[in-house]
């Protein structure tokens, strides 16, 4: 049987930004996932939930949890990215000011969820908007 | 090392969670940016920072941390502190720079968090 949970971020909002991968955390450890998974999808979720706050439109992440396998997909309503392999890169990142007062936008995020991830997929197109398919094995 | 030594030798205010002054610590992490926070084994380890925002609290709960010490005298707004009441965080100031806390931590034996 699966799980499911779906959230919205807003586009800018850094005061609720983080709720989302938090309720993540609590509710894989209600299901009784391992720490260290916890950990990895906690990580990629929060990774996610910060970029949709600094770069997108807005958008949505979504939870399933299955017997074998969770899957974290992260999606917005744009701008898209224009050079892919660019924003994999470690170090580049087009984030604002705001952002890194936070301590974020020094490129990282990108990278670090494709390195929790089992399986990392990216696909994004200007104008429309940029999804993110994650997969951990159980 | 007990979190009350590292309060003893940083000459900390404690902000919230100060039940936890008893538990046990085996590192650190020093660092103003919370991707690279989330990059490392920081796992039960301290994190120092001169960062005070609220995301400084969501990292360290997201990659299960100990607790935070806010260096350079830095004392974050009423509203991160009840945040971290309600958390039950340990959190606590010291006027030493990021270097300087560091220093006194490890010469004392606590060690750092490593790369993934």
């Not at chain 2, 100060?18 to 490392?40: I, K």
């Not at chain 2, 009441?85 to 220093?103: H, N, P, W």
Request: charged share 25%; aromatic share 6%.
């Amino acid at each position: 049987m699966n799980y499911k949970l779906a959230f919205e971020v807003e586009r800018g909002d850094f005061e609720t930004a983080g709720d989302a991968s938090r309720k993540i955390k609590r509710t894989l450890q209600q299901l009784g996932i391992s720490n260290k998974i916890i950990r990895k999808v906690s990580i990629a979720g929060y990774e996610g939930e910060m970029n949709l706050a600094i770069h997108s439109l807005g958008g949505t992440i979504l939870l399933t949890v299955a017997e074998k396998e969770i899957d974290l997909t992260i999606e917005d309503r744009g701008p898209g990215i224009q050079d892919l392999s660019l924003a994999m890169t470690e170090g580049w990142s087009t984030a604002g000011d705001e952002a890194r007062r936070m301590g974020f936008g020094a490129g990282m995020g990108l990278p670090n969820m494709q390195k929790n991830a089992d399986h990392f997929q990216i696909d994004s197109k200007v104008g429309v908007g940029t999804k993110i398919a994650m997969k951990f094995f159980l | 090392m007990k979190l009350h030594r590292v309060k003893q030798l940083l000459n900390a205010v404690v902000l919230s969670g100060e039940s936890h002054l008893d538990d046990e610590v085996q590192s650190g992490f020093g660092c103003d940016l919370m991707s690279d926070v989330l990059c490392f084994r920081t796992e039960d380890a301290i994190l120092l920072t001169g960062l005070i925002n609220r995301q400084v609290l969501n990292t360290v709960d997201i990659a299960n941390m100990n607790s935070i010490i806010f260096v350079r005298d830095k004392i974050p707004s009423d509203e991160v502190i009840k945040m971290a009441q309600e958390r039950d965080l340990l959190v606590m100031s010291t006027k030493y720079i990021l270097f300087e806390a560091c220093g006194i931590l490890y010469a004392n034996g606590l060690r750092g968090a490593y790369l993934k």
